[in-house]
């Protein structure tokens, strides 16, 4: 189970950092990827994150905002995003892959979360 917490509401320009808890699989032995998807978009890829943090891939479109990160002892990763942006408006949903490296495709992921909302108001 992947639960995401951490989504709210905030202004433009501020923070925020969201947290996907993992239960119930060994978390060390997936790579996780954020994903995110705005109303009457495509799910999309944010960021990802190797097994034992050994590699990360971030999307252009957040580059330099966003960092992910994980703690394998607390089976737990996290999404910090700065200087957010009202197109970063979006329910964001973590993924677990079986595989030592993030991948950009949903379709490479076992296991997702419900998602947990962010919007940006300008």
């Known amino acids: 189970q992947l639960v995401e917490s951490g989504g709210g509401l905030v202004q433009a320009g501020g923070s925020l950092t969201l947290s996907c808890a993992a239960s119930?699989?060994?978390?060390?032995?997936?790579?996780v990827g954020w994903f995110r998807q705005a109303p009457g978009k495509e799910r999309e890829f944010v960021a990802g994150i190797g097994r034992s943090s050994e590699n990360t891939d971030t999307a252009n479109s957040v580059k330099g905002r966003f960092t992910v990160s994980r703690d394998n002892s607390k089976n737990t990763a996290y999404l910090q995003m700065n200087s957010l942006k009202p197109e970063d408006t979006a329910v964001y949903f973590c993924?677990?892959?079986?595989?030592?490296?993030?991948?950009?495709?949903?379709?490479?992921?076992?296991?997702w979360g419900q998602g947990t909302r962010v919007t940006v108001s300008s």
């Open positions: 993924a677990l892959r079986t595989g030592s490296s993030p991948r950009p495709a949903t379709n490479h992921y076992d296991y």
């Open positions: 119930g699989r060994a978390f060390n032995l997936y790579a």
